[in-house]
Structures are given as C-alpha cells and as structure tokens.
C-alpha cells in the first residue's frame, strides 16, 4: 500500500512540473506585435516641455534583430504650423527592447484657435504582427489643449488713467474715452477709432479737446502709428500696448513734441 500511494504521489509531483513547464513554455504562445501605450494623451497648450510622446510597444518576446515600425501621421494643424512633426513616420525598436518613442512638438500661442490634435497609427513593423482595433492599441490622439481666450471686441466706453507722463507734472490725468470698430481685417486682427489718444493730458493738463486717432490689435497685441495731432498740428502720435481677455488694455504713446504717457483703459 505504501509503495502504491509512494507511485500515486510521485505521479502526480511530475504532472505538476509539466504543468508549470507547459505554463513557461506557452508564456508567449501567441505571435509578438507592436501597439501604442495609449488611447489619448492630452496636453496643455502652454506645457512647458511642449512635447508629447506616444510609445511604441512590443507585448512577447525580445526580438533579436530590431523592429522598424511606419507609422501613419495626421494633425489637424497642417498650415498654421503650431505643431511640428518628426521628419520620419518610423520608429524603430531596438533588438533585445521592448519600446520606442514618437514624439511631437508644439508651440504656444497667444490666439483663441482651438485645440489641436494629432492621430498618430500603426500601419505595420518588420518581423512582427500590429495590434488590431478591438483588441489591442492600434493608434492614438494626441489632444492640444488651448489656453487663450477669445479675442474681445473693444467697441464701447472706457475710463482711462495716464501715469508715467511727459511732462511729468500732469502724471494722474483721466478722461473717459469712446472706441469705435472701424474694420474686421481677419485673423484677430482689427483696427479701432479712439476719441482721445492722449489719455486726457490734452484735455486735462492743457486744457484743450480730446485728440482721436485710430489703432490696431493683432490678436493681444497694439499698435498706433502715425495718427496724427489734430489738435496742436504738425505732429503724429505713435504708441504700442497689450489687451486682456476682459477688453482692458494699456497703450505707451508719445509724439514728436515730447508729449508721452501711458494710458490704462478699463471698460466702463
């Protein structure tokens, strides 16, 4: 009896290892293949890496010879150039490796264009089988988040303050001023009528009339050039600023005559 349970036992100890050794045999017993690390990856516009990197993946066995794998590539950005692609659709895995980086660029902007993505998929790899849809991570979205706002429409009545005056004594003067839309050139860009370009020096320090004038925002950006004094005459104002998201702005002008200051402008 005991030299029956000693061969039952001993059976059974030797049907256990082939078990396990059945088990590391078959530890791959399917084809190797190649799929992305993630579905979607999603980054902020103003990151400041302003990379983002999709890995290439190997699931099986280290291959000993290395995996070049094509890629298919499409970004919704084609003209405005925000974003830049590797000059290959190819990565390539090293043999013996089990991963190979794709990575993208992408700059920040200050207009309100959206997100933006990229679609980055496996068209197929030498030696080894590509993941299908439904089973495996065959692509992957890259999501740009964009971090502007919209460019306001400054048309309306505003309170101003000019500092940093010339001369200096009238340093502090206000007025309240009236802007105007005087055309839509596109692309963020628009030109505006001003009543009064100095800010209320002429009004307040000389006490003579407001002095108008036109500028132009480029997206969050300024500019006034070559307006000319209506007032005194023979001279020209020019000046540059910065907008914000809430239609405030500040605008630093001067003119030929040594007038200057710089007018900050808060909707009313």
Do not use: H
Not at 69 to 91: F, I
């Amino acid at each position: 009896m005991k030299k029956l349970l000693y061969s039952l036992l001993m059976v059974a100890a030797i049907t256990a290892c082939d078990t396990v050794n059945s088990d590391l045999t078959n530890e791959f017993d399917y084809d190797p293949f190649v799929s992305v690390d993630a579905g979607s990856i999603t980054v902020a516009e103003d990151a400041e890496a302003g990379q983002a990197t999709v890995n290439i993946i190997l699931t099986g066995p280290a291959q000993s010879s290395a995996i070049t794998v094509e890629l298919s590539v499409t970004t919704s950005d084609n003209a405005a150039g925000n974003v830049t692609l590797p000059s290959s659709n190819t990565v390539t895995i090293p043999a013996g490796e089990f991963s190979a980086p794709f990575t993208i660029s992408y700059s920040n902007n200050d207009s309100p264009d959206g997100d933006k993505s990229v679609t980055v998929s496996i068209v197929s790899a030498t030696g080894v089988a590509v993941a299908t849809e439904g089973t495996e991570r065959v692509g992957a979205t890259i999501l740009i988040a964009d971090d502007d706002c919209d460019i306001p429409n400054l048309a309306g009545d505003y309170s101003v303050v000019t500092t940093e005056t010339s001369p200096g004594g009238c340093a502090g003067v206000t007025n309240e001023v009236t802007i105007t839309l005087v055309e839509d050139l596109g692309n963020f860009q628009y030109v505006y009528e001003l009543s009064d370009v100095t800010g209320g020096l002429y009004p307040n320090c000389y006490q003579s009339a407001d002095n108008p004038g036109q500028f132009s925002t480029d997206v969050f950006a300024i500019s006034m050039v070559d307006q000319p004094d209506v007032v005194y005459g023979g001279d020209v104002f020019n000046g540059s600023g910065t907008l914000d998201c809430d239609g405030n702005f500040v605008l630093t002008w001067s003119n030929g005559f040594g007038d200057a200051g710089t007018s900050t402008f808060t909707r009313l």
